[in-house]
């Protein structure tokens, strides 16, 4: 149990204690990431055959997802359970069975150890006693849910089905983007200087997003004044922020002198707006949809910009985010060149995107010296419920709710 | 000794590239190219997957005069400094007027407080159009790495 205590003013305080220590990373290893949550693993799109698999993460442990010669979907702990090594060395790939290079021993396709290298020795001599009982310490098994072609993991029984978690306020947001089978389009991984839960926050930050991302706001592609919204899980894990297409053509920015709108004799105009040109292709007039799941979970629609982002924490102070952007199989040729100019928007290179990881590190270093002060979240109230303003930081509070009862802090 | 001089109008045209970025010289980055030049990050893993997602991509000089204006006006990022070391160039002349090249790059990262980070390796597989002087119709920067520290804004 953790020795903190949490300020007395609820969720509008975040100890930056939260980011910074050791025993607080490790305590969320056992009650987070291997606790009564749900990880997103991969895209069905990636395990498109019968014995395929890839490998990732939920949280530090390394985690295989396969799909056996029956198309069933499984996923297991990358770890022998002889030894200890990782099953899976590669990233992805099609196997008979998983083979740990170490001493041999094989697993099948559900992570069941299958055979150990000369259990009964050779010749009489040698090998494992009748009664050894190697299997005791077999890779442990994830309970696997597919939603709509996105892949979930979790390692407790008493997590509730994968919909019940998700819960009625997110779900039909999430299903309004997966309306048909996925095909993936790429991916790469963008290292964060910072705490996991920095990461999280921002994207949960509505109130951020047209104040540090000048393109959106000089662009006109999200500015507060657009019609939007966001949604916010009854338990405040996990919520939904969009953005309609009407141009706002207001100039509450240039008015309050926001830095994110320059100077009105220095209005920036791009040679080749083809770049953002969106077809309304989910048919709601949404422009922009950012949704997360607890603990680790994003979903964006960027116009046609589609994208699965998982959060990976590598220790206190650094954060794996693993990018896959997804079109959907039917797209046709022009559909495709879209998303392919919208990647520009979104990545470590995205016009919009880039600055989240230099912001959150900001934060990591400028927090160094306060391990006893806190962060003040109070745009829109102290309360955690769905807006019809995104100038709040009622998400944020949610992730905080979330995380206090999972962490029982 | 025609290839030779082919060699090095290659060479000359890879190192000025890298000259004008590593000085912050941003506003020159898109006359290395045709004014329909084209110009792609990706990884190598999306290269050997036969992904076609870029990280980042640009169509034509508007573009690459687009995302040189969004770096000086809209995007933030901390002062940072790349240094480009460009070698291993390949030279096939394709025809009088075309030419393939493929070279190795490093790319070594300095921030303002001095942390230096070797940012990025991998190969510059370019076409470039000859005449009237040496410009990439086609650069396709390809990482070794899919992993990128916190952002990559200046072009590699």
Not at chain 1, 148 to 169: K, M
Not at chain 1, 223 to 235: H, I, N, P
Not at chain 1, 392 to 399: D, F, K, N
Not at chain 2, 142 to 152: A, Q
Request: charge should be neutral.
């Amino acid at each position: 149990m953790l020795q903190k205590s949490w300020p007395a003013e609820g969720v509008t305080r975040v100890p930056y204690w939260v980011y910074q220590d050791a025993e607080v990373y490790k305590e969320e290893q056992a009650k987070i990431w291997r606790g009564r949550t749900w990880s997103y693993l991969c895209l069905e799109a990636e395990l498109p055959e019968p014995q395929s698999f890839v490998t990732t993460f939920v949280g530090d442990m390394p985690v295989v997802v396969t799909r056996d010669a029956n198309g069933v979907l499984h996923a297991w702990e990358n770890r022998c359970a002889h030894r200890g090594a990782l099953v899976a060395m590669q990233a992805r790939g099609k196997v008979e069975r998983f083979t740990c290079i170490y001493h041999n021993w094989t697993y099948d396709h559900a992570g069941n150890l299958a055979n150990v290298a000369f259990r009964r020795g050779i010749a009489g001599k040698g090998g494992m006693a009748p009664d050894a009982k190697p299997e005791s310490q077999a890779p442990k098994k994830l309970r696997v849910a597919s939603l709509d072609g996105l892949v979930f993991g979790t390692l407790s029984p008493e997590t509730p089905s994968l919909e019940d978690y998700i819960g009625p306020q997110i779900l039909p947001r999430l299903r309004r983007v997966l309306k048909k089978p996925l095909k993936v389009l790429g991916a790469y991984t963008q290292v964060l200087p910072n705490n996991w839960k920095l990461y999280m926050d921002n994207v949960k930050d509505t109130y951020h997003a047209s104040l540090l991302h000048m393109f959106f706001t000089r662009f006109r592609i999200n500015r507060l004044t657009q019609k939007g919204g966001v949604f916010v899980s009854t338990d405040g894990a996990h919520h939904c922020t969009y953005t309609e297409m009407v141009e706002d053509k207001g100039d509450a920015y240039e008015k309050d002198g926001m830095r994110s709108a320059g100077s009105s004799t220095s209005q920036f105009r791009l040679e080749a707006p083809e770049l953002l040109e969106q077809v309304d292709e989910l048919g709601d007039g949404v422009s922009i949809q950012i949704l997360t799941l607890f603990p680790g979970f994003v979903l964006h629609q960027i116009r046609n910009s589609l994208a699965a982002r998982q959060v990976v924490p590598k220790g206190v102070g650094r954060t794996e985010l693993h990018w896959t952007l997804f079109g959907f199989a039917d797209d046709d040729a022009a559909m495709t060149r879209r998303r392919l100019m919208q990647a520009n928007l979104v990545g470590p290179a995205g016009y919009i995107s880039m600055e989240d990881g230099a912001a959150t590190g900001f934060v990591q270093r400028g927090i160094a010296g306060s391990p006893d002060r806190t962060s003040v979240i109070e745009m829109g109230g102290a309360g955690v419920a769905s807006d019809d303003s995104r100038i709040t930081e009622t998400a944020v509070r949610g992730l905080w709710q979330a995380w206090r009862r999972h962490m029982d802090v | 000794m025609a290839d030779a001089n082919l060699q090095l109008a290659v060479e000359q045209l890879h190192a000025r590239y890298a000259h004008a970025l590593d000085a912050d010289r941003l506003e020159d980055w898109p006359q290395f190219f045709t004014e329909r030049g084209t110009y792609r990050v990706t990884t190598a893993e999306n290269e050997q997957r036969g992904l076609p997602l870029p990280v980042l991509y640009a169509e034509g000089r508007p573009m690459l005069r687009d995302r040189v204006a969004s770096l000086r006006h809209a995007n933030i990022y901390e002062p940072q400094r790349y240094r480009h070391i460009v070698s291993s160039v390949l030279v096939d002349k394709l025809d009088s007027e075309s030419a393939r090249s493929t070279a190795n790059f490093l790319v070594v990262r300095i921030m303002e407080n001095g942390d230096t980070l070797l940012f990025a390796s991998g190969r510059y597989v370019d076409r470039i159009a000859l005449a009237p002087e040496p410009r990439y119709e086609e650069r396709v920067v390809i990482c070794d790495s899919r992993r990128f520290d916190t952002l990559l804004a200046i072009p590699l």
